[in-house]
């Protein structure tokens, strides 16, 4: 167990459709990273948070969003989603500094209809 | 931009067998370089990490890796695999200025019993 908790753990929904996956750092963590595997694309850096700021983007799609709240829990927003979506969505969290290691949780398996 | 290659995609070796699994990257600048191990239905897991010093890292699980820096390689090594080693190994880099861990394609290493 990592620490980090990611729910749901699985998810289905339609073409078109939202969701929100959710994260919670490990206690004391500050920095938030959600990161998408797929098999075509193999494990993609999106976004990350620092202590409620966004701080790096990756290849994220516009149509995907997210947020860290004041207790440093994150959300990951998916909208008009697509087939191509489907994928497994892992967050992770760590201290300050590139140098710190992150802690992955069990990740959010999407698969969209 | 950064990119990490790992050559093998499937390594099927027999318990007690060496493993060998190669790394390169591509970035101009000073990298920190990570090995995680994703097991069967788990989460990612921290093999072992370089930041300085002496090129060869010794992680858990009796791993280790070697850096070379003048063929910009992180080889992961282990000299006798178990069959619990089963599961996908990927190589990621981040540059010292950012957090954001740039994956590798991951390698699948299946050790028959």
């Known amino acids: 167990d990592s620490g980090v908790t990611q729910t749901p753990k699985h998810l289905i929904t339609a073409t078109g459709q939202r969701v929100t996956l959710r994260c919670s750092p490990r206690?004391?963590?500050?920095?938030v990273y959600w990161y998408q595997q797929s098999l075509d694309q193999g494990l993609q850096f999106l976004i990350q948070?620092?202590?409620?700021?966004?701080?790096a983007k990756g290849n994220i799609l516009e149509r995907f969003s997210a947020q860290q709240f004041p207790d440093l829990h994150s959300e990951l927003n998916l909208s008009s989603l697509e087939l191509g979506d489907s994928a497994l969505y892992f967050c992770?969290?760590?201290?300050?500094?590139?140098?710190?290691?992150?802690?992955f949780g069990p990740g959010t398996r999407l698969l969209v209809l | 931009a950064q990119s990490v290659s790992q050559h093998n995609h499937h390594v099927i070796l027999s318990e007690a067998a060496s493993l060998e699994l190669g790394c390169n990257y591509s970035y101009g600048g000073t990298v920190n370089l990570f090995w995680y191990v994703q097991y069967p239905g788990q989460h990612l897991q921290l093999l072992l990490k370089y930041f300085s010093g002496d090129p060869l890292v010794k992680g858990i699980k009796g791993f280790e890796a070697e850096f070379i820096k003048s063929k910009f390689s992180f080889n992961l090594r282990k000299p006798s695999v178990q069959w619990s080693d089963t599961a996908e190994y990927f190589c990621?880099?981040?540059?010292?200025?950012?957090?954001?861990?740039?994956f590798g394609q991951g390698t699948t290493l299946q050790v028959k019993p």
């Open positions: 206690s004391g963590d500050l920095s």
């Open positions: 992770a969290s760590s201290g300050m500094g590139a140098r710190e290691t992150q802690y």
């Open positions: 948070y620092y202590n409620g700021e966004e701080r």
């Open positions: 990621a880099v981040n540059a010292p200025h950012t957090g954001k861990l740039i």
